[in-house]
C-alpha cells in the first residue's frame, strides 16, 4: 500500500510556527511509525530533501526515492528568503508570498509566475503559503547535502523528467555523481516538475 501526508502547514496538517527541519524529520518519523516502520519513502521536490535529510538522522528507512530535489549545493541562495517570506505571510499577504517563493526560491522565470497571478492561480495557493517559509528554511539549511546525508546506507534512487527546469535538472545530475551508489532514473513521462504517477510507481516497483 502506499501512503501519503500533509506536511506541515499544507492540506489538512496543523501547523507549529517556528517549525524547523528537524521537526518535520520527526513527523516523518512517526508517520514511519504508525504504518509499522517497514518502508520506502518517496519524496518530491522539497519533500526529497527531506527524505534524505531525515535518513541522515536515523529515521527508518528501507530505500529511498527522491524526485526531482532541488539541491543547490550553495549556489543562487538568499539567506533572507525566509524572513521576507515570513513576514509576507504575517502581512496576510499571502499571493505575494507564493509568488515570491516561486520566482526567488524556485526560480521560476517573473513572467510565468505573474502569468500566474493574472489567470487566478496563484489564488488557489495561498493555503500554502506558510509552507514556503518551511521549504526554503529547509533548502537553504542543507542547500548542500551534509556528510551524513551523503553516507546513508539505504539504496537510493534519484529521478527527474527529461522536460523540467534547469536547476532541477542540475540538481539532480549533481546529486546523483556525489552520492556514491545513487542511481538516476531520467522518467520521460514526468515532465515539468510534475511526477508521473504510473511511471514513477513503475520505477519503484522495478527496484524494490
Known amino acids: 500500500?502506499?501512503?501519503?501526508?500533509?506536511?506541515?502547514?499544507?492540506?489538512?496538517?496543523?501547523?507549529?510556527?517556528?517549525?524547523?527541519?528537524?521537526?518535520?524529520?520527526?513527523?516523518?518519523?512517526?508517520?514511519?511509525?504508525a504504518v509499522g516502520g517497514d518502508v520506502v519513502v518517496l519524496g518530491h521536490s522539497s519533500g526529497a530533501v527531506l527524505t534524505l535529510f531525515a535518513a541522515s538522522l536515523g529515521v527508518p528507512m528501507r530505500a529511498l526515492f527522491l524526485s526531482e530535489p532541488p539541491f543547490l549545493f550553495g549556489e543562487q541562495e538568499d539567506v533572507d528568503l525566509a524572513d521576507r517570506l515570513q513576514a509576507l505571510v504575517d502581512a496576510g499577504s499571502l499571493e505575494d508570498a507564493v509568488a515570491t517563493f516561486q520566482i526567488e526560491g524556485v526560480g521560476l522565470p517573473r513572467e510565468m509566475v505573474e502569468g500566474m497571478r493574472a489567470a487566478g492561480q496563484l489564488a488557489g495557493l495561498t493555503a500554502l503559503a506558510q509552507s514556503t517559509v518551511y521549504d526554503t528554511l529547509l533548502t537553504r539549511q542543507v542547500s548542500?547535502?551534509?556528510?551524513?546525508?551523503l553516507g546513508v546506507s539505504q539504496p537510493v534512487t534519484i529521478m527527474r523528467g527529461e522536460q523540467t527546469f534547469p536547476v532541477l535538472i542540475t540538481a539532480a545530475d549533481?546529486?546523483?555523481?556525489?552520492?556514491?551508489?545513487?542511481?538516476?532514473?531520467?522518467?520521460?513521462?514526468?515532465?515539468?516538475h510534475r511526477p508521473d504517477p504510473v511511471a514513477t510507481a513503475r520505477v519503484i516497483r522495478e527496484r524494490l
Do not use: F, H, Q
Open 174 to 192: 549533481r546529486l546523483a555523481n556525489v552520492l556514491e551508489g545513487a542511481e538516476l532514473v531520467i522518467v520521460p513521462e514526468s515532465v515539468m
Open 1 to 33: 500500500r502506499a501512503v501519503t501526508y500533509d506536511r506541515r502547514a499544507r492540506g489538512s496538517s496543523g501547523d507549529a510556527r517556528g517549525s524547523t527541519p528537524e521537526r518535520e524529520a520527526e513527523d516523518l518519523a512517526a508517520v514511519i511509525a
Open 144 to 149: 548542500t547535502p551534509t556528510k551524513a546525508m
